[in-house]
């Protein structure tokens, strides 16, 4: 009996394991363009591709579904999202309000065991950014903001800020695909972690949100531009 849970918890984890595996190949795929826009996503075709049954690939459009990465639709399968400007203004209105409230909430200035492994983190960042991984580079990105906005002493409010952040994966990767504003990116990640060091709230606070900008202003310049109906940070 004992040997048949055993085998039942390790065919869990592989399972668990290749979903995990799945989701997180195909967000990049769609955070950085491989995938398009309204483009479908066939279930037997991405079965092929991952060597995974189908109920994994379900089971991961499922999860990219909530995430916002992915629409399915009843009868018709499942597509790329495609926001429209209204919903692109919308999303950003919230994230600038969640990260501005994170922002005041985060405890100043940080301890140096913190800022140790927020430097650590970055470091990667900017060492996968500079190889041209870009993979590697948005992992270690979303680390960076999740270490700081995991700090507001708020698990509620980090657990939104989190999930803003994956709807709009999409959009502030263009901070990491474009080479200038990359480096502004990386620029504002050591002020971020200077003004947490000493403990300057109202820079930490306005970077926290201006920060979310650049490419928000670049992912406008290459859908067509268009003026936001609020301006916020």
């Not at 919230?94 to 983190?121: C, G, H, M, N, W």
Request: net charge negative; charged share 30%; aromatic share 6%.
């Amino acid at each position: 009996m004992a040997s048949a849970e055993t085998e039942d918890r390790q065919a869990n984890t592989r399972s668990d394991a290749r979903l995990a595996a799945v989701v997180s190949a195909l967000q990049h795929d769609i955070v950085f363009g491989r995938l398009k826009p309204r483009e479908r996503l066939v279930e037997e075709e991405l079965s092929e591709r991952f060597a995974v049954g189908r109920h994994v690939i379900r089971a991961a459009l499922d999860e990219l579904d909530r995430n916002g990465l992915v629409r399915r639709r009843q009868n018709r399968g499942a597509v790329v999202s495609d926001y429209s400007p209204e919903e692109v203004d919308e999303l950003y209105d919230i994230r600038a309000i969640l990260q501005r409230e994170a922002a005041r909430r985060v405890p100043l200035p940080a301890s140096p065991d913190f800022i140790a492994t927020l430097i650590a983190v970055n470091d990667d960042y900017v060492r996968c950014g500079k190889a041209g991984d870009l993979d590697k580079a948005a992992i270690a990105n979303d680390q960076f903001h999740q270490l700081i906005f995991n700090e507001c002493r708020n698990r509620h409010l980090a657990e939104l800020i989190q999930q803003y952040w994956i709807k709009t994966a999409a959009i502030h990767c263009y901070a990491i695909a474009n080479p200038s504003l990359a480096d502004q990116s990386r620029e504002e990640h050591a002020l971020m972690i200077q003004a947490m060091r000493i403990g300057d709230r109202e820079s930490f606070e306005t970077l926290s949100v201006d920060h979310m900008q650049p490419a928000l202003a670049a992912f406008k310049a290459a859908h067509g531009g268009w003026i936001s109906r609020n301006t916020t940070g």
